[in-house]
């Protein structure tokens, strides 16, 4: 039996566990909030207009925004936990993303859209899970046709997790923007109370440490793939599923669900680079020895085209380019349903002997001045 099929016979006999499954909840802005400045229609709709089906699904929306800055905030939920028992540094670009976009939006006249055109992270140390994680977003600079941002992802008490950059499109006027509704939420100095789907008791676990420390990630990863181990909670929430995984290589697909929309109605960046992230670490982890825990370092996402929430799957294939003693550097390319490339990824790894699949604690050797040891091959 495949790996999906065991899960759904479990599922079906236990009550529903597939989150993305479930019907979406939220909706968009009316169009006509496009007739307001970014600053001002950001200050209204987060507050009280409704909530896009990513906020509903992970928790993860902007809580303040000012003249070139806006804070967002997302609980680590364990639902977010990829199979080594770590919330991916990819993941992390779904917060990070709300907070480059939204800086860069506050500096926006009237009728002017914009997409994300490249989106870059560094991380520094494992997320916390548990915990409540804000991302700062800062305009750096806004022009006619670009706009250049970046953001710092913070843990308890105010420790970067994470630091990035943005590159955004902005795109031509929109002409004939509708009238606003009446009735079009106003400022308002609160948030509504929100419980995302990730509030819920989480649907399975992360494969325990047992299984890494006693055998190579290709083996562990083989058995997850036939459903002789289980897949993490990140797959029941988003429905993102390993395929394959051997010799530095990796395929991993997604329902381009509208679970993971953002107000354009559209896939979110920081979700593709999610699931972008997640394939070339399954990659690296395929040729990591027993008992080497496998951590992220860095993660480039260049986007080409939109990410259409159509229902249909995404593809993500990833290959390790370069593997020495400590450091793997990796690509990927998604794919949509009709064969057309979405985005491109690149990402370095680090391999840390002895180290818990689930990293523990303290920064990643290389990743904040700390020197890593010699890497050749």
């Known amino acids: 039996m495949s790996n999906e099929s065991a899960l759904s016979a479990a599922g079906d006999a236990k009550g529903p566990r597939y989150v993305w499954r479930e019907p979406v909840r939220g909706s968009y802005p009316p169009p006509g909030i496009m007739r ?10 987060p507050a009280e207009g409704p909530l896009p089906p990513l906020t509903h699904l992970t928790g993860a929306r902007p809580i303040a925004v000012g003249d070139g800055t806006a804070e967002a905030t997302m609980p680590a939920s364990p639902w977010l936990v990829n199979s080594a ?6 993941t992390l670009a779904i917060l990070a993303d ?7 939006e506050t500096r926006l006249p009237p009728a002017t859209p914009y997409t994300t055109a490249e989106l870059s992270l560094t991380f520094l140390r494992p997320t916390p899970i548990g915990a409540e994680l804000h991302a700062h977003g800062q305009a750096i600079h ?28 902005l795109l031509p006027k929109l002409e004939d923007v509708p009238e606003l509704p009446e009735g079009t939420p106003q400022p308002s100095e609160g948030l509504r109370a929100l419980e995302p789907m990730t509030s819920r008791p989480v649907a399975s676990e992360p494969i325990d440490q047992s ?5 190579s990630g290709a083996e562990v990863l083989a058995d997850q793939i036939s459903g002789a181990l289980p897949s993490p909670p990140l797959h029941y929430l988003t429905g993102l599923t390993l ?14 669900s509208e679970w993971l929309a953002s107000p354009t109605g559209l896939l979110q960046g920081g979700a593709i680079a999610m699931h972008a992230d997640t394939t070339m670490q399954s990659a690296v982890v395929s040729i990591a020895p027993a008992g080497t825990a496998v951590a992220g370092l ?3 996402v260049n986007y080409l085209r939109p990410g259409v929430a159509d229902g249909r799957e995404l593809t993500a294939r990833a290959e390790v380019v370069h593997a020495g003693r400590t450091l793997a550097i990796t690509r990927a390319e998604i794919r949509n349903a009709d064969d057309k490339p ?10 840390l002997p002895g180290r818990p699949a689930s990293l523990g604690e303290g920064e990643f050797p290389g990743a904040a001045g700390e020197a890593a040891p010699a890497d050749s091959r």
């Open 36 to 45: 307001l400045a970014g600053l001002e229609r950001l200050r209204r709709w």
């Open 211 to 215: 299984q890494w420390s006693a055998r």
């Open 298 to 300: 860095d993660l480039k």
């Open 243 to 256: 395929r394959e995984a051997a010799d530095g290589r990796a395929m991993m697909t997604l329902p381009a």
């Open 98 to 104: 709300i907070a480059f976009g939204c800086a860069a």
């Open 85 to 90: 028992g770590v919330i991916g540094g990819g």
């Open 342 to 351: 979405i985005a491109l990824a690149t990402g370095s790894s680090i391999f």
């Open 142 to 169: 806004v022009g006619g046709t670009i706009g250049l941002t970046e953001a710092f992802v913070l843990g308890p008490g105010d420790r970067l997790i994470a630091h990035g950059t943005s590159r955004l499109a």
